[in-house]
């Protein structure tokens, strides 16, 4: 009897000692879990950190990138546009010294639409003309060949610089104007002048007009970083010349350059808007995104497996 009891005391303690074996194995198990949950967290709060840097770094990155681009841009069509006007206005000085063009004789027509000829593949210039020193249009000769004399130009800037303060071998570059005669008649013009003079008296000018859209699509609209660069051009008083403030409120990356010759002075922006910074940044931050996606779930699948091999077990 006391044997039978010492059995059933020893099965008792084993079932005791089982059960708490049992209940260690469980709360093991529970706490593993709990590990490699938080594990898993961590990993995703860790790569999503990565992930958030790594982006602002590369929009960072890309935005420096356009912003260097943009700057070589902007220098090379300032200084195109600026090495255009001393070209240009270097050879009409060279026509308003000419002996017959000085003297107002037939001959000065005949110069002039040489020059003209000269020029007029190009799409820039409309036309030359000679103003006596009333501001009377005497001779044109333009790409259309149909003269058109007698006009007034006495209220231009350009007349009034010549009449007032040039000296012989100047030239200037006049504030962009519709134009009234001529090819370009009703297009908005950019007039470059030089004053002639007989025996040190003034007694006219000689101006050309360019066509200030083709002189920007020719000089600036061929410079780009993408499709969507936006070139803006302004006046010494901030009037845009070309383009629009609606295209400059979009600009996200802008660079600027002044541009100074022939009296002219002018401020050129050149800049990128925000779907072109998007449109550039937006693969980088799909391949990335995949990329994040692709370890997150590499880790969730590593740690589903060994989770299932420890209750193999």
């Known amino acids: 009897m006391s044997q039978c009891i010492l059995t059933d005391k020893y099965k008792l303690r084993l079932i005791i000692v089982a059960v708490g074996l049992l209940r260690r194995d469980m709360l093991l198990r529970d706490i593993l879990k709990k590990i490699w949950v938080l594990n898993l967290a961590l990993i995703v709060v860790l790569a999503a950190a990565f992930y958030l840097l790594l982006t602002k770094d590369t929009k960072e990155e890309i935005e420096e990138r ?176 070309y383009g629009s403030e609606n295209d400059q409120l979009n600009l996200v990356l802008v660079q600027k350059e002044k541009i100074s010759v022939g009296g002219l002075t002018w401020e050129l922006m050149v800049g990128s808007p925000v779907e072109e910074l998007k449109m550039i940044v937006a693969p980088i931050y799909m391949r990335q995104l995949a990329v994040f996606v692709l370890i997150i779930f590499g880790m969730v699948a590593y740690v589903s497996f060994l989770m299932k091999t420890k209750n193999a077990y």
Request: charged fraction near 20%; avoid cysteine; aromatic fraction near 8%.
């Open 66 to 241: 356009i912003g260097r681009k943009l700057q070589v841009i902007t220098k090379a069509q300032a200084a195109n546009l600026s090495s255009f006007f001393e070209i240009f206005g270097g050879e009409l000085t060279v026509i308003s010294q000419s002996p017959s063009v000085e003297s107002g004789k037939k001959e000065a027509e005949q110069i002039l639409s040489a020059f003209v000829n000269q020029w007029k593949d190009s799409g820039l210039i409309g036309g030359l003309i000679f103003v006596n020193k009333s501001g009377n249009v005497v001779y044109n000769s333009n790409v259309s060949g149909v003269a058109d004399v007698g006009g007034d130009v006495s209220d231009r800037d350009y007349f009034k610089w010549a009449k007032n303060q040039a000296e012989i071998g100047e030239y200037f570059v006049g504030t962009p104007v519709v134009s009234r005669l001529g090819a370009t008649k009703g297009r908005v013009i950019v007039p470059v002048a030089s004053p002639v003079f007989k025996d040190g008296l003034f007694v006219g000018l000689i101006a050309a007009s360019i066509d200030l859209e083709n002189l920007v699509q020719n000089f600036l609209g061929k410079m780009e970083v993408s499709s969507l660069t936006t070139t803006i051009l302004k006046d010494a008083n901030g009037k845009v010349l």
